[in-house]
């Protein structure tokens, strides 16, 4: 199902196909044949050590939605077989839509497939794609990912993600996302959101609720000109009733909230000014992919490759946030008998590094029961802990030319 063609992997190789695919999770951190040998010391592989022209050839016939399955089994893991243990808030899932760019190797065909950023010292240009995310910001996992050319962040909602939005989850989007198709189309669905309201050419709506004295309103949104046509073929309301709320930052900035929860008396203005600032999670997702998954330090420089690294990150981190779940919740319950003074948890950049050293006994090793395996994972990450300090917060490091050129020579020596 998952293989490049009927053919692929039928016949007896020395690579096969699980073992091609759990190469492929396990070191994407490594040049190809440093990553072959650790696997065959890892599995205690018998025969000639194959080379890495062997495993570019195999890893070709792999299609990269196997990941995106095995990342959507994983959920109903937990969705649907352990739903007691699902976080939620006032008894609804949490979710968050962002974006990011990817930047991804240069050459012919990934400059036809994505999209080109250039600018007047760079005519040739770099080659970018747009990440876009919906993540669950309180059981940590994604629900859905997509990479793709450069686009609009409403476009990702209105076609990749909206077949995951049902009644009983609310999204939380940045200002990019404040759309009048957005807010229609969980009008649709059922789902509940909460939108940063842009602060200029936005709602009339909006704009007169910024001029004016009240800081939470009920208001009808009507559909724009330009968007009727298009609203009316896909079915969606052409009105939709919302609620506007002012929040004053620390720093006295007042920003706008539009959302669909308007009963007041079960979402207060304090409850919404502490459910959006829960959409942080999903920028602390951002920065462990860039940053500990090192999501643009690809293996391959092909398209199919590229995105081979970029979902199987996508999985790994979902894995990493769902066993780290589950030594959190062991974890809440001896804080709470010992009253400690901060709230421990795993910490995810460890828990993500435990996890891939261990992917091959978890997959592979036939001496060892996956309960086995993963219990001595567990145990691993009894001591990688961190206390969580609320309210703690740090200045943003603007990227600059060198950071960015540091990062290409380290990339540069991976590949020789």
Not at 153 to 161: A, D, P, R, T, Y
Not at 167 to 176: C, F, K, N, S, T
Not at 380 to 408: C, D, H, I, Y
Request: aromatic share 10%; net charge positive.
């Amino acid at each position: 199902m998952f293989r490049s063609q009927e053919r692929a992997f039928t016949r007896r190789r020395k690579l096969p196909f699980r073992e091609v695919v759990v190469m492929l999770l396990c070191g994407w951190k490594l040049s190809l044949q440093t990553r072959i040998n650790r696997f065959v010391r890892q599995t205690g592989w018998t025969g000639p050590v194959p080379t890495a022209s062997a495993f570019c050839q195999a890893r070709k016939k792999v299609r990269p939605e196997l990941f995106l399955e095995m990342n959507r089994q994983a959920l109903a893991g937990l969705y649907e077989d352990c739903p007691e243990s699902v976080l939620r808030w006032k008894g609804q899932l949490l979710w968050a839509v962002d974006g990011t760019l990817i930047n991804l190797p240069a050459n012919g065909e990934t400059r036809k497939w994505y999209s080109v950023q250039r600018n007047q010292y760079d005519p040739q240009g770099a080659v970018q794609g747009m990440a876009s995310f919906l993540y669950d910001v309180l059981n940590e996992v994604t629900v859905n990912a997509v990479l793709d050319k450069k686009r609009s962040e409403k476009s990702f909602v209105l076609q990749e993600h909206r077949d995951h939005f049902s009644p009983g989850v609310i999204v939380l989007y940045d200002r990019l996302y404040a759309d009048y198709a957005v807010m229609a189309l969980h009008a649709k669905t059922g789902a509940d959101f909460v939108i940063r309201a842009r602060m200029s050419q936005t709602f009339k709506q909006v704009e007169k609720f910024i001029r004016s004295p009240l800081v939470d309103t009920v208001v009808t949104v009507g559909v724009t000109t330009k968007q009727r046509q298009w609203v009316s073929e896909l079915g969606l309301p052409d009105r939709v009733q919302v609620r506007l709320t002012k929040v004053v930052l620390a720093d006295g900035t007042v920003e706008v909230l539009i959302t669909s929860l308007v009963d007041r008396d079960v979402y207060t203005l304090q409850d919404l000014e502490e459910l959006y600032k829960k959409r942080w999670e999903i920028e602390t997702h951002f920065d462990r992919l860039k940053n500990v998954f090192e999501v643009e330090r690809f293996s391959s420089r092909t398209v199919v490759g590229i995105e081979q690294d970029f979902y199987g990150i996508v999985l790994l981190s979902t894995l990493a946030g769902l066993v780290a779940k589950e030594e959190d919740e062991e974890r809440k319950n001896r804080n709470q008998r010992r009253r400690t003074k901060y709230v421990y948890k795993v910490n995810r950049s460890a828990c993500c590094v435990a996890l891939v050293d261990r992917l091959v006994e978890l997959l592979l090793d036939k001496s060892k029961s996956l309960e086995e395996a993963g219990e001595e994972l567990r145990q691993e990450l009894k001591n990688a802990l961190s206390p969580v300090r609320p309210g703690r917060s740090f200045p943003r490091q603007p990227a600059t030319a060198s950071r960015r050129m540091r990062f290409l020579r380290y990339q540069k020596r991976l590949w020789a």
